[in-house]
Nanobody
């Protein structure tokens, strides 16, 4: 049984940094398609970014230059480093994974597994 367990996040003032992590059990993250999503109250879920099977990453233009996604094969997980945080980054953040096939950053991916969510709050 595959499980994604998230940790990190929290509250910070604007301009600060946070990290959200996702630890996977039941499957190996190497070559997996993985991504980060977020959802703010009253808004639709949006993709923050993803990492493909060859460790290429892509992030949304709204976080480009501030957020970094990395795979941690040693800990079988995924990290989202968030710098220069803005109040509009406040949301529940979710990691997601697909282990069914290889993917590129531009591919359409159906993420089958999701973390439980981690709250990130940025105050002005």
């Amino acid at each position: 049984q595959v499980q994604l367990v998230q940790s990190g996040g929290g509250s910070v003032q604007a301009g600060g940094s946070l990290r959200v992590s996702c630890t996977v059990s039941g499957a190996a993250v190497s070559r997996a398609c993985m991504g980060w999503f977020r959802q703010a109250p009253g808004k639709e879920r949006e993709e923050v970014g993803r990492i493909d099977s060859w460790d290429n990453t892509n992030v949304d233009f709204s976080v480009k230059g501030r957020f970094t996604i990395s795979r941690d094969s040693a800990k079988n997980g995924l990290h989202l480093e968030m710098n220069s945080l803005k109040p509009e980054d406040s949301a529940m953040y979710y990691c997601a994974a697909s282990f069914a096939y290889y993917c590129t950053v531009g591919a359409r991916v159906k993420f089958d597994y999701w973390g439980q969510g981690t709250q990130v709050t940025v105050s002005s």
